[in-house]
Nanobody, 115 residues
Framework: QVQLVESGGGLVQAGGSLRLSCTAS????????WGWYRQAPGKQRELVAS??????TNYGDSVKGRFTISRDVKNTVYLQMNSLTPEDTAVYYC??????????WGQGTQVTVSS
């Protein structure tokens, strides 16, 4: 059974940084498509960043230039978040996909940015 576990969330002041991690367990297959999503209260879940295959990345417009997604060879993905603003406050979820069919979600980690 594949499980994704996020860590690294917390409370930070505006202008600060956080680094989120998400590690997959329960599979020997390589997750080849990772995504970070976030959902703020009363809003829809939105894509923050994704990384696929050999390292092609994609970012939501609101985080470009501030957030960086990366991965390692052991089924872990990271999200480095810099210059945080209160608008970045949300629950952050990672999503891992194996091939085109199997997709898994983490339980979410809260990020709160105070002004």
């Amino acid at each position: 059974q594949v499980q994704l576990v996020e860590s690294g969330g917390g409370l930070v002041q505006a202008g600060g940084s956080l680094r989120l991690s998400c590690t997959a367990s329960g599979t020997t297959l390589r997750i080849d498509h990772w995504g970070w999503y976030r959902q703020a209260p009363g809003k829809q879940r939105e894509l923050v960043a994704s990384i696929v295959g050999g390292g092609t990345t994609n970012y939501g417009d609101s985080v470009k230039g501030r957030f960086t997604i990366s991965r390692d060879v052991k089924n872990t993905v990271y999200l480095q978040m810099n210059s945080l603003t209160p608008e970045d406050t949300a629950v952050y979820y990672c999503k891992g996909q194996i091939g085109s069919v199997l997709a898994y979600w983490g339980q979410g980690t809260q990020v709160t940015v105070s002004s």
